[in-house]
């Protein structure tokens, strides 16, 4: 979890995903268009129109280390620079067969690819012209300045590449305040869906295709729920007319079920969170913005374990306000956000040395005081 005070950078480290989720869409630019444009987005600290991006994917036999570089152009921006580099994982020894690399002069298409006995380019830019390492040989792109990745383009031209644009798109941003409650507390149209949406309003849908085609994942839901709510029994989705379907909460001590009018924000949005951390595909990267709102302290501590345990499957990093929540977390899993000379800075717990710290204090308490920084 990252936590740290209003500005500090949370939201941004969460959109910095969300533009790699977008990237490997071929939709970029809306990145940007949800900041009022590029020159609105990038940071007045530099002095520069230049924005760099890029992040690292290991898959079983890659690590492959994706960069891009923006510049500014008018109010708009272009991609000016692309490079995707290829270096064996730890312990390989000898050439990977299913790798090729460029050479070193990429534009002697007669020199032809090279072995991957050692790291190299699979993708570099030069000017405008492309140059990537396809099958069996050296392809070329000339274009014009253009607003989106090459890469989603040419994906299917190099295993490499489709690997880095699977994991990007992977990555899946959420906003716990964005949930409309409303549309939880009306029917819902079923329909064939298995994750939840950002605003709720296909949450049935998503339980309901847990119970009939996951009932194992679906019994450990209602497991989690009975924990968070010890009177809590079990959940019907009755159908409320034709194709729409309804929520019945059964509890211990009521004469009848309850319905989603009768539930509470926090209940609501307790289980909107529960479903989607069940539903969400395996290898997935999860981030959740302020996963607190609305719900009660004590349940804080069963969503940081509950996370804890999703996460042998999906990568999850929630941004959060709440010291309540990052008290249930391990150092190694806090990352604090903090403003130094105008620029964010983040810090993982386990390297601010807190081994005497905790043997008095708890994470919340140490933040509270200002040991880990982020408290402006």
Not at 119 to 132: A, E, M, V
Not at 255 to 266: E, V
Request: aromatic share 8%.
């Amino acid at each position: 979890a990252v936590i740290g005070p209003n500005g500090a950078g949370k939201s941004t480290l969460l959109g910095a995903f969300q533009a790699l989720r977008n990237l490997s869409d071929g939709k970029l630019a809306q990145t940007f268009s949800a900041y009022g444009g590029y020159q609105a987005t990038i940071s007045w600290q530099t002095g520069s129109s230049r924005l760099e991006m890029g992040a690292t994917v290991q898959t079983e036999n890659s690590v492959l280390t994706y960069s891009a570089a923006l510049g500014g152009v008018g109010v708009g921006y272009d991609v000016a620079e692309e490079e995707l580099h290829y270096s064996p994982p730890e312990g390989a020894v000898g050439p990977n067969p299913d790798v090729s690399l460029l050479p070193e002069d990429p534009a002697d298409r007669a020199s032809g690819l090279r072995e991957s006995t050692g790291p190299g380019f699979l993708l570099k830019t030069r000017g405008y012209t492309c140059f990537w390492a396809g099958s069996n040989r050296v392809r070329m792109r000339r274009g014009e300045p253009t607003a989106e990745s090459v890469l989603p383009r040419i994906a299917r031209e190099n295993g490499a590449f489709e690997n880095v644009i699977h994991a990007f798109h992977s990555i899946t941003v959420w906003h716990a305040a964005g949930v409309v409650l409303d549309h939880i507390r009306r029917p819902q149209v079923l329909e064939p869906v298995l994750v939840p949406s950002p605003r709720g309003e296909n949450l049935f849908s998503v339980l309901y295709s847990l119970k009939t085609d996951k009932k194992d994942c679906y019994d450990e839901l209602i497991e989690t729920l009975q924990v968070a709510f010890p009177e809590f029994q079990c959940l019907e989705l009755p159908l409320a007319g034709k194709g729409y379907a309804s929520l019945n909460w059964s509890q211990n001590g009521a004469p009848r079920p309850l319905d989603a009018q009768q539930l509470s924000d926090g209940a609501l949005r307790m289980l909107w969170l529960v479903t989607l951390l069940y539903a969400v595909p395996d290898d997935s990267f999860l981030l959740v913005d302020e996963p607190e709102i609305s719900l009660h302290p004590q349940w804080l501590q069963l969503l940081a374990s509950l996370m804890r345990k999703m996460s042998s499957r999906v990568q999850i990093l929630v941004a959060t306000h709440s010291d309540q929540f990052i008290r249930w977390l391990e150092p190694h899993e806090l990352l604090v956000a903090d403003i130094e000379d105008g620029v964010s800075r983040f810090r993982w717990g386990h390297e601010m040395n807190l081994d005497e710290w905790l043997k008095d204090y708890t994470l919340d308490r140490l933040w509270l005081m200002g040991e880990l920084g982020g408290r402006r």
